[in-house]
Protein backbone atom coordinates (compact mmCIF):
# COMPACT_ATOMS: atom_id res chain seq x y z
CA UNK A 1 0.00 0.00 0.00
CA UNK A 2 1.14 3.57 -1.00
CA UNK A 3 0.49 6.69 1.23
CA UNK A 4 1.26 10.26 0.54
CA UNK A 5 0.81 13.91 2.09
CA UNK A 6 2.27 17.31 1.21
CA UNK A 7 3.76 18.60 3.78
CA UNK A 8 4.46 21.71 2.46
CA UNK A 9 3.03 23.08 -0.89
CA UNK A 10 6.35 22.67 -2.69
CA UNK A 11 8.85 19.63 -2.29
CA UNK A 12 8.53 17.92 1.36
CA UNK A 13 6.27 14.78 1.45
CA UNK A 14 5.14 12.27 3.59
CA UNK A 15 5.30 8.50 1.80
CA UNK A 16 4.51 5.13 3.13
CA UNK A 17 5.15 2.39 1.04
CA UNK A 18 4.61 -0.91 2.62
CA UNK A 19 4.36 0.00 6.53
CA UNK A 20 7.67 2.03 5.75
CA UNK A 21 6.73 6.12 6.82
CA UNK A 22 9.51 8.64 4.95
CA UNK A 23 9.65 12.29 4.88
CA UNK A 24 10.98 13.42 1.72
CA UNK A 25 13.13 16.19 2.03
CA UNK A 26 11.52 18.29 4.73
CA UNK A 27 11.15 22.43 4.92
CA UNK A 28 8.61 23.50 7.61
CA UNK A 29 9.84 26.66 8.54
CA UNK A 30 12.25 29.66 7.06
CA UNK A 31 13.94 30.17 4.17
CA UNK A 32 15.80 28.61 1.68
CA UNK A 33 19.42 30.32 1.06
CA UNK A 34 21.30 29.48 -1.85
CA UNK A 35 25.47 30.84 -1.02
CA UNK A 36 23.90 34.38 -0.19
CA UNK A 37 20.70 36.30 0.38
CA UNK A 38 21.44 38.39 -2.19
CA UNK A 39 21.75 35.48 -4.63
CA UNK A 40 18.96 33.42 -3.63
CA UNK A 41 16.50 33.57 -0.77
CA UNK A 42 13.23 31.77 -1.14
CA UNK A 43 10.43 30.86 1.30
CA UNK A 44 6.94 29.90 1.39
CA UNK A 45 4.00 31.52 0.18
CA UNK A 46 1.90 28.89 1.73
CA UNK A 47 2.45 28.09 5.23
CA UNK A 48 3.61 24.17 5.67
CA UNK A 49 2.49 21.64 8.15
CA UNK A 50 2.91 22.13 11.84
CA UNK A 51 5.87 20.31 13.45
CA UNK A 52 2.93 18.64 15.63
CA UNK A 53 1.14 17.89 13.10
CA UNK A 54 3.63 15.48 10.90
CA UNK A 55 3.48 12.00 10.75
CA UNK A 56 4.71 9.34 12.59
CA UNK A 57 8.07 8.57 10.79
CA UNK A 58 10.98 6.10 9.98
CA UNK A 59 13.38 7.88 7.87
CA UNK A 60 13.76 11.13 6.09
CA UNK A 61 14.71 11.33 2.80
CA UNK A 62 17.14 13.86 1.40
CA UNK A 63 17.01 14.10 -2.29
CA UNK A 64 19.29 16.56 -3.30
CA UNK A 65 22.05 18.70 -1.64
CA UNK A 66 20.04 22.11 -1.68
CA UNK A 67 18.96 23.66 1.28
CA UNK A 68 15.17 23.19 -0.04
CA UNK A 69 15.47 20.03 0.06
CA UNK A 70 18.50 19.41 2.67
CA UNK A 71 16.72 22.21 5.34
CA UNK A 72 19.00 22.29 8.51
CA UNK A 73 16.45 23.86 10.94
CA UNK A 74 13.64 21.78 9.89
CA UNK A 75 16.05 18.70 10.02
CA UNK A 76 18.16 19.63 13.65
CA UNK A 77 14.06 20.43 15.25
CA UNK A 78 12.78 17.11 13.60
CA UNK A 79 15.58 15.23 14.94
CA UNK A 80 15.37 12.08 12.81
CA UNK A 81 16.85 8.39 14.05
CA UNK A 82 17.65 7.42 10.34
CA UNK A 83 18.47 9.07 7.55
CA UNK A 84 18.99 8.42 3.69
CA UNK A 85 20.89 10.93 1.70
CA UNK A 86 23.18 11.74 -1.21
CA UNK A 87 27.03 10.59 -0.23
CA UNK A 88 28.05 14.45 -0.85
CA UNK A 89 25.82 15.15 2.47
CA UNK A 90 27.96 12.76 4.62
CA UNK A 91 29.91 15.28 6.57
CA UNK A 92 27.21 18.09 6.53
CA UNK A 93 24.52 15.28 8.28
CA UNK A 94 27.14 14.00 10.77
CA UNK A 95 27.99 17.97 11.65
CA UNK A 96 23.93 18.67 12.07
CA UNK A 97 22.52 15.28 13.32
CA UNK A 98 26.04 13.39 15.15
CA UNK A 99 23.27 10.68 16.54
CA UNK A 100 21.53 9.94 13.51
CA UNK A 101 21.75 6.36 12.08
CA UNK A 102 23.01 7.32 7.97
CA UNK A 103 22.53 5.86 4.74
CA UNK A 104 24.65 7.79 2.18
CA UNK A 105 24.11 6.25 -1.69
CA UNK A 106 25.88 7.09 -4.52
CA UNK A 107 26.65 5.61 -8.70
CA UNK A 108 28.82 2.56 -6.68
CA UNK A 109 26.14 1.91 -3.63
CA UNK A 110 23.02 2.66 -5.42
CA UNK A 111 20.65 0.22 -3.53
CA UNK A 112 19.79 -0.04 -0.26
CA UNK A 113 17.05 -2.46 1.77
CA UNK A 114 15.32 -0.70 4.62
CA UNK A 115 12.05 -2.13 5.53
CA UNK A 116 11.43 -5.03 3.09
CA UNK A 117 11.67 -1.69 0.35
CA UNK A 118 14.47 -1.62 -2.03
CA UNK A 119 15.99 2.09 -2.25
CA UNK A 120 17.47 2.92 -5.48
CA UNK A 121 19.75 5.83 -5.97
CA UNK A 122 20.08 7.09 -9.84
CA UNK A 123 22.51 9.54 -10.33
CA UNK A 124 22.22 12.48 -12.98
CA UNK A 125 24.38 12.22 -15.81
CA UNK A 126 25.34 16.10 -15.31
CA UNK A 127 28.84 16.04 -14.05
CA UNK A 128 28.68 20.19 -13.18
CA UNK A 129 26.11 21.86 -10.34
CA UNK A 130 23.48 22.04 -10.39
CA UNK A 131 22.99 18.07 -9.79
CA UNK A 132 19.35 16.78 -9.61
CA UNK A 133 19.58 12.92 -8.52
CA UNK A 134 16.53 10.12 -8.71
CA UNK A 135 15.12 7.42 -6.79
CA UNK A 136 12.95 4.47 -6.93
CA UNK A 137 10.91 2.98 -3.50
CA UNK A 138 10.01 -0.40 -4.53
CA UNK A 139 8.66 -3.05 -1.88
CA UNK A 140 8.53 -5.84 -4.57
CA UNK A 141 4.96 -5.25 -5.71
CA UNK A 142 4.83 -1.71 -6.58
CA UNK A 143 7.27 1.17 -7.03
CA UNK A 144 7.61 4.78 -6.39
CA UNK A 145 9.65 6.97 -8.77
CA UNK A 146 11.11 10.22 -7.13
CA UNK A 147 12.85 12.69 -9.50
CA UNK A 148 12.21 15.98 -7.55
CA UNK A 149 13.81 18.05 -10.09
CA UNK A 150 13.05 15.71 -13.55
CA UNK A 151 14.97 12.55 -15.01
CA UNK A 152 16.72 12.29 -18.06
CA UNK A 153 16.89 8.73 -18.13
CA UNK A 154 20.17 6.84 -20.53
CA UNK A 155 20.37 3.20 -21.22
CA UNK A 156 21.54 2.52 -17.93
CA UNK A 157 19.05 3.81 -15.92
CA UNK A 158 16.17 2.31 -18.01
CA UNK A 159 17.60 -1.08 -17.44
CA UNK A 160 17.41 -0.33 -13.53
CA UNK A 161 13.99 0.90 -14.44
CA UNK A 162 12.89 -2.31 -15.98
CA UNK A 163 14.23 -4.47 -12.70
CA UNK A 164 11.52 -2.24 -10.72
CA UNK A 165 7.97 -3.32 -10.07
CA UNK A 166 5.45 -1.73 -11.95
CA UNK A 167 5.50 2.06 -11.08
CA UNK A 168 2.65 2.95 -8.95
CA UNK A 169 3.25 6.64 -8.47
CA UNK A 170 5.64 9.27 -10.58
CA UNK A 171 6.57 12.27 -8.16
CA UNK A 172 8.04 14.71 -10.58
CA UNK A 173 7.71 18.46 -11.10
CA UNK A 174 5.28 19.98 -13.79
CA UNK A 175 6.83 23.51 -13.78
CA UNK A 176 9.77 24.36 -16.57
CA UNK A 177 12.31 26.46 -14.53
CA UNK A 178 15.58 27.87 -16.52
CA UNK A 179 18.29 29.92 -15.59
CA UNK A 180 20.68 31.49 -17.58
CA UNK A 181 23.72 28.70 -18.19
CA UNK A 182 26.30 30.15 -15.81
CA UNK A 183 23.45 29.82 -13.04
CA UNK A 184 22.79 26.62 -14.05
CA UNK A 185 20.70 26.39 -16.78
CA UNK A 186 17.13 23.87 -16.89
CA UNK A 187 16.24 23.84 -13.16
CA UNK A 188 13.00 21.71 -14.00
CA UNK A 189 12.42 20.26 -17.40
CA UNK A 190 8.31 20.89 -17.03
CA UNK A 191 5.84 18.80 -18.97
CA UNK A 192 8.44 18.04 -21.45
CA UNK A 193 10.24 16.02 -18.74
CA UNK A 194 7.20 15.16 -17.17
CA UNK A 195 5.93 13.27 -20.62
CA UNK A 196 9.36 11.45 -21.35
CA UNK A 197 9.11 9.93 -17.48
CA UNK A 198 5.50 8.44 -18.16
CA UNK A 199 6.81 7.36 -21.77
CA UNK A 200 9.56 5.01 -19.96
CA UNK A 201 7.78 4.01 -16.73
CA UNK A 202 3.98 3.70 -17.27
CA UNK A 203 2.82 5.06 -14.38
CA UNK A 204 -0.34 4.40 -12.66
CA UNK A 205 -0.74 7.69 -11.03
CA UNK A 206 1.50 11.30 -11.44
CA UNK A 207 1.62 13.94 -8.71
CA UNK A 208 3.63 17.35 -8.97
CA UNK A 209 6.13 18.11 -6.59
CA UNK A 210 8.32 21.26 -6.35
CA UNK A 211 5.80 23.53 -7.66
CA UNK A 212 5.03 25.61 -5.17
CA UNK A 213 5.14 29.84 -6.53
CA UNK A 214 7.04 30.81 -3.36
CA UNK A 215 8.32 34.17 -2.20
CA UNK A 216 11.52 34.96 -3.74
CA UNK A 217 14.11 37.67 -3.78
CA UNK A 218 17.66 38.08 -5.35
CA UNK A 219 19.72 37.35 -8.29
CA UNK A 220 18.21 33.90 -9.14
CA UNK A 221 14.77 35.26 -9.47
CA UNK A 222 15.52 38.44 -11.38
CA UNK A 223 16.58 35.63 -14.63
CA UNK A 224 14.45 32.94 -13.98
CA UNK A 225 12.12 31.91 -16.24
CA UNK A 226 9.29 29.94 -15.07
CA UNK A 227 6.21 28.41 -16.85
CA UNK A 228 3.65 26.83 -15.36
CA UNK A 229 0.42 24.41 -16.58
CA UNK A 230 -2.43 26.34 -16.66
CA UNK A 231 -4.69 24.27 -14.88
CA UNK A 232 -6.09 20.84 -13.41
CA UNK A 233 -8.60 20.33 -15.93
CA UNK A 234 -6.35 21.25 -18.43
CA UNK A 235 -3.69 18.51 -17.14
CA UNK A 236 -6.42 16.40 -17.13
CA UNK A 237 -7.08 16.82 -21.21
CA UNK A 238 -3.35 15.99 -22.06
CA UNK A 239 -3.88 12.63 -23.73
CA UNK A 240 -0.92 10.89 -22.55
CA UNK A 241 -1.78 12.54 -18.62
CA UNK A 242 -5.43 12.52 -18.18
CA UNK A 243 -6.46 10.45 -15.17
CA UNK A 244 -3.13 9.61 -14.14
CA UNK A 245 -2.83 13.45 -13.00
CA UNK A 246 -3.45 13.77 -9.23
CA UNK A 247 -4.01 17.20 -7.93
CA UNK A 248 -2.04 17.32 -4.31
CA UNK A 249 -3.22 20.79 -3.22
CA UNK A 250 -3.83 20.07 0.39
CA UNK A 251 -2.57 18.77 3.42
CA UNK A 252 -4.61 15.52 3.52
CA UNK A 253 -3.11 12.14 3.02
CA UNK A 254 -4.32 10.45 0.27
CA UNK A 255 -3.99 5.74 -0.55
CA UNK A 256 -2.76 5.40 -3.94
CA UNK A 257 -4.88 2.91 -5.74
Known amino acids: MIQVQRLNMDNSLFLEISG ?3 LIDPWLEGTEVDFFGWFNTQWHRTPPLPYEQIPAFDTVLITQKYPDHFHAETLKKLNPGHIIAPRSLKGKIEQLLPGASLTTMDSIDSQVMVNNVEVTFLPTQRKIDPIYDAFILDDGKESVFLATHG ?6 EIEQIKKASACRLLINPFNYYKLPFFLGGVVSPGMD ?3 HLCEV ?22 FAKVIRPSSTEALQKVP ?5 YL ?8 KIS
Open 20 to 22: WKV
Open 151 to 156: FQTSDK
Open 193 to 195: GVR
Open 201 to 222: LHPKKVIATHDEDKHAKGLVSK
Open 240 to 244: WLGDR
Open 247 to 254: ELNHYQKI
